[in-house]
T-cell receptor, first 111, second 116 residues
Framework: QKEVEQNSGPLSVPEGAIASLNCTYS??????FFWYRQYSGKSPELIMF????GDKEDGRFTAQLNKASQYVSLLIRDSQPSDSATYLC???????????FGKGTKLSVIP | DAGITQSPRHKVTETGTPVTLRCHQT?????MYWYRQDPGHGLRLIHY???????DKGEVSDGYSVSRSKTEDFLLTLESATSSQTSVYFC???????????????FGAGTRLSVL
C-alpha cells in the first residue's frame, strides 16, 4: 500500500523565519508531488507541484525533491502569521489520476 | 475554485436515512473524485469517476455509492447513514500537467455532514 508520511506537528516558527515541512513516500514509482495548504474549516488549496529532482521556487515557497531518498520538502521563507495552516503532501504515480495524501503538518507562525 | 460547487454545504441527518451529496463542475473535466477528511486520517478517497457512467472504488468505499449521469455532476450517496460517516466530504476534479507529468487536483469547498 502506498504511504505518504508527514510529521503531524504542530510546527511552530517565529514570524520571519524559515519553515521547513517534510514528507516521505513509500512508492519508488511515484512521479509527481504536490503541496496543498488547508486553513481550518476550508478546502485544500494547491501551493506547488514538482516532478523533477531538485528545487522549484515560487515566491516565498520552495519545493525540494529527492527521489533517491523518497523525500519531498516545502520551505517557506519569511514566514507570516497568514501561513499558519495545515500543509498536506500528496503523491501520484506515473500515469495515475489518483493522489495519495499524507495526514498533514500543522504550522503555526508566531508573531 | 476551478468551477466546482458542492451542495449542500452543511447537513445534519439521522442514522439510517439516505443522504445524497452533489458535486457540480462547469469546466468539462473528465475525472472527478469524492474524499472524506477526518481528524487523524487525512484525506481518503471514497470513489472516483473517469467519465459518464464510469466510476471506481477508492480506499474507503464501503457504505457509499456514486453516480455520474452527466459530465458536470458527480453524486455521492450514503444509502443508510451511520454515525461513522460523520465527516467533511470534498469533491475534486483533475487537470493534466501535460507531457506525462501527472495531474493536479482542485477541491470544492466541502460538505460538513453530521449523522446523529
Amino acid at each position: 500500500q502506498k504511504e505518504v508520511e508527514q510529521n503531524s506537528g504542530p510546527l511552530s516558527v517565529p514570524e520571519g523565519a524559515i519553515a521547513s515541512l517534510n514528507c516521505t513516500y513509500s512508492d519508488r514509482g511515484s512521479q509527481s508531488f504536490f503541496w496543498y495548504r488547508q486553513y481550518s474549516g476550508k478546502s485544500p488549496e494547491l501551493i506547488m507541484f514538482i516532478y523533477s529532482n531538485g528545487d522549484k521556487e515560487d515566491g516565498r515557497f520552495t519545493a525540494q525533491l529527492n527521489k533517491a531518498s523518497q523525500y519531498v520538502s516545502l520551505l517557506i521563507r519569511d514566514s507570516q502569521p497568514s501561513d499558519s495552516a495545515t500543509y498536506l503532501c500528496a503523491v501520484s504515480g506515473a500515469g495515475s489520476y489518483q493522489l495519495t495524501f499524507g495526514k498533514g503538518t500543522k504550522l503555526s507562525v508566531i508573531p | 475554485d476551478a468551477g466546482i460547487t458542492q451542495s449542500p454545504r452543511h447537513k445534519v441527518t439521522e442514522t439510517g436515512t439516505p443522504v445524497t451529496l452533489r458535486c457540480h463542475q462547469t469546466e468539462n473535466h473528465r475525472y472527478m473524485y469524492w474524499y472524506r477528511q477526518d481528524p487523524g486520517h487525512g484525506l481518503r478517497l471514497i470513489h472516483y469517476s473517469y467519465g459518464v457512467k464510469d466510476t471506481d472504488k477508492g480506499e474507503v468505499s464501503d457504505g457509499y455509492s456514486v453516480s455520474r449521469s452527466k459530465t458536470e455532476d458527480f453524486l455521492l450517496t450514503l444509502e443508510s447513514a451511520t454515525s461513522s460517516q460523520t465527516s467533511v466530504y470534498f469533491c475534486a476534479i483533475s487537470e493534466s500537467l501535460g507531457q506525462g507529468n501527472g495531474n493536479i487536483q482542485y477541491f470544492g469547498a466541502g460538505t460538513r455532514l453530521s449523522v446523529l
